[in-house]
């Protein structure tokens, strides 16, 4: 079931592309700045070996994450095979639709892509948060520190931090990105992402230390 979504999923942005194509002009937008309009331009078929590049993408990230089970050198991904085909799944819904609002930003001038782009980052963190706690200790997907993978205490309880903050700071970012303008959206964007970043690694190195300084005590 979750294999036949993935195909039609993987196929939309594809067909929508050959239903436009030939009415496009032959110079179009083949790059957007972070403020959502072009910055550059080219002939049609580059956005079509682009949009090919994208599909090709998300194949490969579904399939890798569904052989994972059979490539992992932990031998633990296959506790939790379930939660990894749902996040190959939602990274295939991501970038058919990544690939989809980058063709109709071309099909349609003057549209910002921005306003697409962002919050569909924004709901893709909330999803990944979502399942966040349930990735077992691998070398492939999640909060990869290396604190984490030499401790399954480490790794769960980073994830445990990782998948709320990851849920709401994707919520916020959706939220802000739609209501504010612009430039404030975009800076809302960025430092949330930052936090995203930054706070579970740090958090996963303060956890090792604490408790190597503990064993020592002990």
Excluded: C
């Excluded at 993987?10 to 050959?18: D, Q, R, T, V």
């Excluded at 599909?55 to 890798?64: E, H, N, P, R, T």
């Excluded at 569904?66 to 085909?85: H, R, S, W």
């Excluded at 706690?133 to 030499?150: C, D, H, M, Q, S």
């Amino acid at each position: 079931m979750l294999n036949a979504a993935a195909i039609v999923l993987w196929i939309l942005p594809g067909a929508y592309l050959l239903y436009v194509y030939s009415s496009l002009p032959a110079t179009v937008p083949v790059h957007f700045g972070i403020n959502g309009t072009p910055d550059r331009y080219g002939h049609k078929t580059e956005m079509l070996t682009g949009v090919f590049i994208l599909m090709g993408a998300s194949a490969f990230v579904y399939v890798l994450l569904n052989f994972l089970p059979a490539i992992d050198p932990k031998k633990m991904v296959k506790y939790g095979e379930a939660t990894f085909q749902k996040m190959a799944l939602g990274l295939v819904f991501f970038l058919s639709a990544l690939t989809i609002a980058i063709i109709f930003a071309t099909v349609n001038k003057g549209f910002r892509i921005d306003r697409l782009i962002y919050p569909l980052i924004g709901l893709l963190f909330a999803f990944l948060g979502n399942i966040m706690n349930n990735i077992k200790p691998n070398y492939f997907a999640g909060v990869r520190t290396p604190w984490a993978l030499e401790d399954s205490d480490n790794w769960k309880a980073t994830h445990r931090l990782a998948g709320r903050l990851w849920f709401v700071g994707g919520i916020v970012i959706t939220i802000s990105v739609l209501l504010l303008p612009a430039a404030v959206g975009f800076a809302v964007f960025m430092s949330i992402t930052a936090i995203l970043v930054f706070v579970p690694y740090i958090y996963s190195y303060l956890y090792f230390k604490k408790h190597k300084q503990s064993d020592q005590n002990s």
